[in-house]
């Protein structure tokens, strides 16, 4: 079984930050690309930002400049720090990630189940 679990949303007011973690665990041989994505009420969710095993990264525009996305290999664990928050930034927040499973090496996507960001103007 692999699981990841997301920590860190919350409520904060326009302008300010909040960070988000996601550690991914079980049988895991290795991990691509890891990534967060956010659904608001009545959207589709959308990309937000990933980051390669290397460290390669991509962004939203509409997130470009305000948040950053990094990752401990080490910790099987990505990070999102948001700052500069806007209300529109409101969602649910989803975690996910590219990897290939122990011993059979079968490789496949995997969601978190997802922490609720709220900013409030």
């Known amino acids: 079984q692999v699981q990841l679990v997301e920590s860190g949303g919350g409520l904060v007011q326009a302008g300010g930050s909040l960070g988000l973690s996601c550690a991914a665990s079980?049988?895991?041989?290795?991990?691509?690309?890891m990534g967060w994505y956010r659904q608001a009420p009545g959207k589709q969710r959308e990309l937000v930002a990933t980051?390669?095993?290397?460290?390669?990264?991509n962004y939203a525009d509409s997130v470009e400049g305000r948040f950053t996305i990094s990752r401990d290999n080490a910790k099987n664990t990505v990070y999102l720090q948001m700052n500069s928050l806007k209300p529109e930034d409101t969602a649910v927040y989803y975690c996910n990630a590219d990897l290939s499973r122990a011993p059979t090496i079968l490789r496949g996507r995997y969601w978190g189940q997802g922490t609720q960001v709220t900013v409030s103007s």
């Open positions: 980051i390669t095993s290397g460290g390669s990264t």
């Open positions: 079980g049988s895991i041989f290795s991990i691509n690309t």
